[in-house]
């Protein structure tokens, strides 16, 4: 089976492909009704059978929220397979005073350690509340990533703000990588697409992109086939499956995609497509 490419992101080899945790923790970005079909849909053992099939091409990294719930799925699928799982994940916490005590960030750092982190990365909420336009900087962004570099991971941004990716290149900011949205919908972007895939390429750091599907606006090729043919080598893409099959599927389009070949896979077949048979 073919291995799926690789990059590199501080220091660590990472698939180009991660896996999405949206589609197993219930934010479908449609509506309240498909959060619950959702949560309800998985449990430990469904998520570990996806995993497993993500692993089976080399797919062995994953971005999530702290989730002690997506924790034991990813552990029964390293059980199961006898591969590590890289986990990326993206924490929020306080960022102004008076906050819960449990969302301080050393707890929340100290709980992300405890979750098997590699990567650490606040999460938008976080990223993008700090993001000083008038000054193009990103406030105490220093301060968050040396608390996650004494803790033995690496600190990198989840953003949905178009400046945050420049704004810590020109200031140096201490990360290894970023997540931005990026989708040929323009879903949830805050400018043209056209100008996410610019700072995209200038961007100093491999880029971890995300809602390649618009949150599933878009066929699994349409999506694929422009965040693939737009992003560098170093870049990866980040999608969510809520089946094996879709796993796998994704991950042959993904790679048919990438050899530049016309992706083949079995088509939806409808009665008002008859005629085409």
Same mark, same amino acid.
């Given at each position: 089976?073919?291995? %799926?490419?690789?990059?590199?992101?501080?220091?660590?080899?990472?698939?180009?492909?991660?896996?999405?945790?949206?589609?197993?923790?219930?934010?479908?970005?449609?509506?309240?009704?498909?959060?619950?079909?959702?949560?309800?849909?998985?449990?430990?053992?469904?998520?570990?059978?996806?995993?497993?099939?993500?692993?089976?091409?080399?797919?062995?990294?994953?971005?999530?929220?702290?989730?002690?719930?997506?924790?034991?799925?990813? @552990?029964?699928?390293?059980?199961?397979?006898?591969?590590?799982?890289?986990?990326?994940?993206?924490?929020? %916490?306080?960022?102004?005073?008076?906050?819960?005590?449990?969302?301080?960030?050393?707890?929340?750092?100290?709980?992300?350690?405890?979750?098997?982190?590699? %990567?650490?990365?606040?999460?938008?909420?976080?990223?993008?509340?700090?993001?000083?336009?008038?000054?193009?900087?990103?406030?105490?962004?220093?301060?968050?990533?040396?608390?996650?570099?004494?803790?033995?991971?690496?600190?990198?941004?989840?953003?949905?703000?178009?400046?945050?990716?420049?704004?810590?290149?020109?200031?140096?900011?201490?990360?290894?990588?970023?997540?931005?949205?990026?989708?040929?919908?323009?879903?949830? #972007?805050?400018?043209?697409?056209?100008?996410?895939?610019?700072?995209?390429?200038?961007?100093?750091?491999?880029?971890?992109?995300?809602?390649?599907?618009?949150?599933?606006?878009?066929?699994?090729?349409?999506?694929?086939? %422009?965040?693939?043919?737009?992003?560098?080598?170093?870049?990866?893409?980040?999608?969510?499956?809520?089946?094996?099959?879709?796993?796998?599927?994704?991950?042959?389009?993904?790679?048919?995609?990438?050899?530049?070949?016309?992706?083949?896979?079995? #088509? @939806?077949?409808?009665?008002?497509?008859?005629?085409?048979?």
């Amino acid at each position: 089976m073919t291995a %799926f490419p690789r990059t590199v992101v501080g220091g660590v080899s990472l698939p180009r492909l991660i896996i999405g945790s949206n589609w197993f923790l219930g934010w479908s970005h449609t509506s309240a009704a498909k959060d619950k079909f959702i949560k309800g849909y998985h449990d430990r053992d469904s998520v570990a059978e996806i995993l497993t099939t993500f692993l089976e091409y080399g797919v062995d990294a994953v971005m999530a929220p702290m989730s002690d719930q997506l924790e034991e799925a990813v @552990q029964e699928a390293e059980q199961r397979s006898g591969q590590g799982i890289i986990r990326v994940l993206t924490p929020h %916490f306080n960022i102004l005073a008076d906050g819960p005590p449990e969302s301080e960030p050393e707890v929340v750092f100290d709980r992300a350690k405890a979750l098997n982190a590699t %990567f650490c990365m606040p999460h938008q909420s976080m990223t993008d509340a700090l993001i000083d336009r008038m000054y193009h900087r990103i406030r105490d962004i220093d301060i968050y990533t040396k608390m996650i570099r004494d803790r033995g991971m690496i600190p990198g941004l989840s953003t949905h703000m178009p400046e945050a990716i420049p704004y810590a290149d020109q200031t140096g900011a201490d990360v290894e990588t970023y997540i931005q949205l990026y989708n040929a919908a323009g879903f949830l #972007l805050q400018v043209e697409a056209d100008w996410v895939m610019r700072i995209i390429q200038n961007a100093k750091k491999p880029v971890m992109t995300i809602k390649p599907l618009a949150a599933g606006r878009l066929l699994p090729v349409v999506g694929l086939a %422009f965040v693939w043919s737009t992003i560098r080598e170093c870049d990866m893409v980040t999608i969510g499956t809520t089946t094996p099959a879709e796993a796998r599927e994704v991950i042959e389009i993904s790679l048919d995609l990438l050899e530049r070949r016309m992706p083949e896979y079995e #088509l @939806q077949r409808t009665r008002s497509k008859s005629s085409l048979s």
